[in-house]
T-cell receptor
Framework: DTAVSQTPKYLVTQMGNDKSIKCEQN?????MYWYKQDSKKFLKIMFS???????INETVPNRFSPKSPDKAHLNLHINSLELGDSAVYFC?????????????FGQGTRLTVV | GENVEQHPSTLSVQEGDSAVIKCTYS??????FPWYKQELGKRPQLIID?????GEKKDQRIAVTLNKTAKHFSLHITETQPEDSAVYFC????????????FGQGTILTVHP
């Protein structure tokens, strides 16, 4: 009964390919996020959606395109993958109406671009 | 935007000792300060959080203190155990940011038996 689940867990692909990562939360939260964790373990926000609406779009190349078909799902599509995109991508969700609360993270997707 | 600095980057202690990790933040509007623990290959998980209207919070062996004036907050772990070994992240968030977390750089805590 996983709260935030993302697939796949591992993704190995060649440079130039296009790939997607899917995320779903069953917590009823109104806000979902994508975070990137680099090789030095630094966690940085990429995008945030609140009730399917894009709220935060950090300085991320436009090869990265998030899509939220409903408030329980937030997918990440990456075009023309580059070596530097290799990282662990975490989906997260939280309930922000009424004040910021705990963010629950998915298990992460380790993307390796070769 | 918000900037969070975390120290030390690595911390090694003997089992039973205390461990302290410190963070400073730059945005005076930040009002929510969570701490996450990330074990190797796992997801970050919340261990304790504090809001700006509170100066200290405790949960068993873990405590967090917040100094709003100085814009710093600290995590204290007492009676450390080997299973406390992990990467610890502090974070800051403001109420108008839809829960966006700005993380510190992380502290690798190693507890030696």
């Amino acid at each position: 009964d996983t709260a935030v689940s993302q697939t796949p867990k591992y993704l190995v692909t060649q440079m130039g390919n296009d790939k997607s990562i899917k995320c779903e939360q069953n917590l009823g939260h109104d806000t979902m996020y994508w975070y990137k964790q680099d090789s030095k373990k630094f966690l940085k926000i990429m995008f945030s959606y609140n009730n399917k609406e894009l709220i935060i779009n950090e300085t991320v190349p436009n090869r990265f395109s998030p899509k939220s078909p409903d408030k329980a799902h937030l997918n990440l599509h990456i075009n023309s993958l580059e070596l530097g995109d290799s990282a662990v991508y975490f989906c997260a969700s939280s309930q922000v109406r009424g004040g910021n609360t705990e963010a629950f993270f998915g298990q992460g997707t380790r993307l390796t671009v070769v | 935007g918000e900037n969070v600095e975390q120290h030390p980057s690595t911390l090694s202690v003997q089992e039973g000792d205390s461990a302290v990790i410190k963070c400073t933040y730059s945005d005076s509007a930040s009002n929510y300060f969570p701490w996450y623990k990330q074990e190797l290959g796992k997801r970050p998980q919340l261990i304790i959080d504090i809001r700006s209207n509170v100066g200290e919070k405790k949960d068993q062996r873990i405590a967090v203190t917040l100094n709003k004036t100085a814009k710093h907050f600290s995590l204290h772990i007492t009676e450390t155990q080997p299973e406390d070994s992990a990467v610890y992240f502090c974070a800051a968030s403001r109420g108008t940011s839809y829960g966006k977390l700005t993380f510190g750089q992380g502290t690798i805590l190693t507890v030696h038996p």
